[in-house]
DNA sequence: CGAAAATTTGACATGACTCAACTGGAGTGG
DNA sequence: CCACTCCAGTTGAGTCATGTCAAATTTTCG
């Protein structure tokens, strides 16, 4: 219990950085949230099945990814502490998944369910708030993205991952960062291979 | 005026079926909206200046873009009727855009200026409610084109464009699709013509 | 009608993928 | 704690998809 009120703490910490609430909100809020820990390779959401619930990382790291029909990976999202993950797509509209969300590192998620969030929506406008903020600024992120893939080249789109996410390098394998920028993780090697000539 | 009023009345009916506001509260929203027209090819941003308004197709076509260094576009966004536009990233921020926002066709937009906008928010939920929604809407699309971008060949990307945008392959002139699908023109057009001989 | 822009077409170049073999390191069980 | 296995990562060869360039054709618009 002692443990899980840090990780609730966590997450209001982070809801407060964006928005302010009062002493009875934060509790009312941090009620509704509930702690879960998640064993690496462990997966919290698998295609069929229906998102129920907005999930916090307060420790270790998650992908999103799903299969294709030559059963290639490709990675839709990344996240570490603080970040929100989820396929929202499905939790939106309560439809079935066609993703995988997985833990990559030993993790610890705090998430509160769909029923309780949209009483939370009604009953507390600063929460709505904070999510309109979350859901622009994911949006502006994912155009970045979406620009990178379409206007620089994979050798730059590397080198520019690994200076923006510096952590994400360490933290995830090469495969799902290879699936991540969009190419093959061959591909991935011989380009490490030019940057590290570059570097010399 | 006259006009201007069905421009605004089609913007609060569009907010209307997420949310729910009283007459007054359509009022307020209505008051704080502006009215504009803009001529085909005409840009209502361009790179370098800082976005200030949130800006609603009420008629027309738009396209952002940007141009990269070897100074190809690259279609972020495409809209007509009904659809948001915008450099998110430069209105949140309010630093310089990098983007064009072109009209396509004769438009008319429906824009409101950001200090409004806070005051809205602050005022009146719904409309945080309601632009928290159109975020997550947004993102999750976006996250379908991405997806599309990563695991999904160009033949295919463009057969799935022309049959979820019909109105669009009619209204947007063939490089600027070919610019939001990932692709040069010549590479589009040699599709299309694949594409003619597969249906006869 | 004429000029400019968009699209088509084809030849060629190249970036990125596939496949297969090899290397090295991490995890597991005896 | 060693030995073994397995999986991630590397390397290189061959191939394919897509881009580039240039010229011809069609469409748009003043």
Avoid: C
């Avoid at 909100?25 to 907005?54: A, N, T, W, Y």
């Avoid at 839709?76 to 833990?103: C, H, K």
């Avoid at 050798?155 to 799902?176: C, G, V």
């Amino acid at each position: 219990m002692k443990d899980n009120d840090i990780y609730k703490h966590q997450l209001t910490s982070h809801i407060l950085e964006s928005v302010h609430l009062s002493q009875a909100e934060i509790d009312i809020v941090s009620s509704k949230f509930e702690v879960r820990s998640v064993k690496k390779r462990e997966f919290i959401l698998e295609p069929g099945q229906v998102s129920k619930h907005m999930r916090f990382i307060a420790n270790g790291s998650m992908r999103v990814y799903l299969l294709d029909e030559n059963s290639h990976e490709h990675t839709l999202q990344l996240g570490i502490e603080n970040w929100w993950v989820n396929d929202l797509l499905s939790f939106l509209t309560q439809s079935p998944s066609r993703m995988y969300v997985q833990a990559v590192e030993n993790s610890t998620i705090v998430q509160i369910h769909r029923v309780n969030i949209e009483m939370l929506y009604e009953k507390i406008p600063a929460i709505s708030d904070f999510f309109r903020q979350k859901a622009q600024n994911a949006y502006v992120a994912l155009q970045k993205r979406t620009l990178e893939n379409l206007s620089v080249d994979s050798y730059q789109r590397y080198i520019n991952f690994i200076t923006d996410y510096k952590e994400f390098e360490r933290r995830f394998p090469q495969y799902i960062i290879a699936s991540y920028l969009g190419m093959a993780p061959e591909f991935l090697s011989h380009l490490r291979k030019k940057n590290s000539k570059d570097l010399s």
